[in-house]
């Protein structure tokens, strides 16, 4: 692949650099990939972001002095990190009342997995298959209750403040100083990452899809994390 322009990488994180794992909390940065992310650093001069639905503090916990300098999209938009600036909501106490009612309603016993985040909540249901149109519904409940986004994933309906959207982090960190001008390359495997890949592509870059999922919505199509990580290497070699 021949890019026209400076190389900028901007990566999806669960499912795209780590493989998707039976809990949110089960998830491990190996050291190759701590490696590659400071390799990446590195040989772009900074242009690496790392576009999450998880929160800004879970990526920090398990990333650790790695993501230093590095442009962090959290929260599926919502919470922005460069240059040393931050961007995101006002908290609010509204996710943590819903983390207990949900437990209420579900109990930990029927394998529903509550994920509290900053500005959202994860209702997991990989564990307990045949409840999905059962949490479904309930997260459209608590969404209409509280004028709360519903983001459907990997197994999970995340509960989102409003205006949570990929595409626009991807705007965003392309207009900081250190992307200006550079050529994307959006890797990402499912739904939310579907607007992210159609920015990348509006700065002249290209959409990589990991699994099947979003294929049509891309320019290349690898298997999974491993591939991911061995086409990283081969972009900065
Ligand atoms: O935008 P991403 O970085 O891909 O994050 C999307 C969500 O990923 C996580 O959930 C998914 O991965 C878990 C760990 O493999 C898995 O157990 C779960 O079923 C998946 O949906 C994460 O927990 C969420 O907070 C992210 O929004």
Not at 101 to 120: D, Y
Request: net charge negative; aromatic share 4%; with cysteine.
């Amino acid at each position: 692949m021949t890019l026209p322009k400076p190389l900028a990488l901007l990566l999806d994180f669960d499912g795209t650099l780590v493989p998707i794992v039976a809990t949110p909390d089960a998830i491990v940065v190996s050291d190759d990939l701590h490696a590659l992310i400071a390799e990446a650093m590195e040989r772009l001069e900074g242009r690496v972001a790392i576009i999450s639905g998880r929160s800004l503090e879970q990526l920090d916990a398990l990333w650790g002095e790695s993501l230093r300098g590095v442009t962090v999209a959290a929260s599926h938009g919502l919470e922005l990190r460069s240059d040393g600036l931050l961007s995101a909501p006002e908290h609010s106490a509204l996710f943590a009342r819903l983390a207990r009612e949900t437990e209420k309603r579900f109990g930990a016993q029927r394998g529903v997995v509550i994920e509290l985040k900053s500005f959202g909540l994860g209702l997991h249901y990989r564990l307990a298959p045949t409840l999905r149109e059962a949490v479904h519904d309930w997260a459209r409940e608590c969404a209409e209750d509280h004028r709360l986004a519903i983001q459907p994933g990997d197994m999970v309906f995340e509960l989102l403040l409003p205006g949570a959207n990929k595409g626009e982090a991807v705007r965003q960190i392309m207009d900081r100083r250190r992307f200006a001008g550079s050529s994307p390359v959006y890797i990402g495997d499912d739904l939310t990452d579907i607007p992210a890949i159609i920015a990348a592509r509006k700065f002249g870059g290209r959409g990589i899809a990991v699994g099947q999922k979003i294929a049509a919505h891309a320019d290349d199509v690898l298997s999974g994390p491993a591939e991911v990580i061995s086409h990283i290497r081969k972009l900065l070699a």
